[in-house]
């Protein structure tokens, strides 16, 4: 699957996922998994409902809404990583885009950010402002 940037790296509220819902889903989709479009024997098979396009990358928790459906469980590990991985990076380039910046731990001595200047014989004194 590739990445696609998503405009809303807010959440969506989660509804609850109730039997009746998860059968309502199941017939929707006639049984067959979402993500690999293979059918699933529930039976013999463990599945879950999966959002298509994940709460956290602005989809939809609306059952009509074609974002939720059966999916098998083995797809679980490597979906959620990924619509992680999305997420993560959506909500850095919104923050990039208005102006966030992140600092990684305190500035380095002698950089601008520092309270000490270094001066070119290599001794460091109070910055003053």
Same mark, same amino acid.
């Given at each position: *699957?590739? +990445?696609?940037?998503?405009?809303?790296?807010?959440?969506?509220?989660?509804?609850?996922?109730?039997?009746?819902?998860?059968?309502? #889903? /199941? =017939? *929707?989709?006639?049984? !067959?998994?979402? #993500?690999?479009?293979?059918? !699933?024997?529930?039976?013999?098979? %463990?599945? +879950?409902?999966?959002?298509?396009? @994940?709460? =956290? $990358?602005?989809? &939809?928790?609306?059952?009509?809404?074609? $974002?939720?459906?059966?999916?098998?469980? /083995?797809?679980? @590990?490597?979906?959620?990583?990924? %619509?992680?991985?999305?997420?993560?990076?959506?909500?850095?380039?919104?923050?990039?885009? !208005?102006? !966030?910046?992140?600092?990684?731990?305190?500035? *380095?001595?002698? &950089?601008?950010?520092?309270? /000490?200047?270094?001066?070119?014989?290599?001794?460091?004194?109070?910055? &003053?402002?």
């Amino acid at each position: *699957m590739a +990445f696609r940037i998503c405009e809303d790296v807010g959440t969506t509220p989660r509804r609850k996922m109730t039997p009746r819902r998860a059968l309502k #889903l /199941w =017939e *929707m989709h006639k049984g !067959i998994c979402v #993500l690999c479009h293979q059918p !699933i024997d529930g039976a013999r098979e %463990d599945w +879950f409902v999966e959002h298509i396009q @994940a709460l =956290e $990358n602005g989809g &939809s928790d609306e059952d009509e809404s074609g $974002n939720l459906g059966p999916a098998h469980l /083995w797809h679980k @590990a490597a979906k959620d990583a990924q %619509d992680h991985s999305l997420a993560a990076r959506s909500k850095r380039q919104k923050q990039r885009h !208005i102006g !966030i910046k992140q600092r990684k731990g305190p500035p *380095m001595v002698g &950089s601008k950010d520092s309270p /000490w200047k270094r001066r070119m014989d290599g001794t460091l004194v109070r910055r &003053s402002k």
